[in-house]
Structure formats: C-alpha cells, structure tokens
C-alpha cells in the first residue's frame, strides 16, 4: 500500500511535469504564431512602402519623359527658327552684295 502511494507520488509528479512541458510548449508555439504574425505584417507594410516608392518613381520618369519631349521640340523649334535667321542673313548679305557691286 505505502509502495502505491510512492508509485501514485511518482506518477502524480511526472503528470505535473508533462502538464508543465505541454504548456511550455504551448506558450512556445503561441509566440511563434505571434512573431510569424508581426513578420507578415512587417512584410507586407514594406512591400507597400516599396509599391508606393515606385509608383513615385514611375510618376517621376513619366514627368521627366513629358518635360525631355518638350525640351526636344523647344529645341527643334529654335533650330528651325535659326536656320531660318541664317537663311535670311545670308539673303541679305548677298543682296547687299550685290548692290554693292
């Protein structure tokens, strides 16, 4: 009987000590949950932080394309209108040159 309650002793300790591992493992897995939890989340702000700077940055090389086109038909707007301020220099300066001679 005494030999009973030793092995009921031993057996009621080790089920405390199982019930404690179980809950150990328990709380273990619960702050993995979390922590997966508040790594998604970490993720998924940058990646919209990271979609946002490049929705920035297309916005930006789409407004550097509109000012390049720009810039390209300014300047080809002042080509012409030099070649035609050479053109008529010229006109002039054979027209002085013939009056001359």
Do not use: P, W
């Not at 300790?13 to 997966?36: H, I």
């Not at 998924?44 to 390049?68: C, F, G, M, S, Y």
Request: glycine share 2%; proline share 0%.
């Amino acid at each position: 009987n005494e030999e009973d309650l030793h092995d009921f002793g031993n057996t009621a300790k080790q089920l405390q000590e199982l019930e404690q591992t179980v809950s150990g493992v328990r709380l273990s897995q619960e702050r993995e949950r979390r922590e997966e939890k508040y790594d998604v989340e970490q993720l998924n702000r940058r990646i919209k932080q990271l979609d946002e700077a490049v929705a920035v940055l297309e916005t930006a090389q789409h407004r550097e394309r509109v000012e390049e086109g720009y810039m390209k038909q300014k300047l080809e707007d002042l080509e012409a209108k030099m070649t035609s301020m050479v053109s008529q220099l010229e006109t002039k300066l054979t027209d002085s040159t013939r009056q001359i001679s």
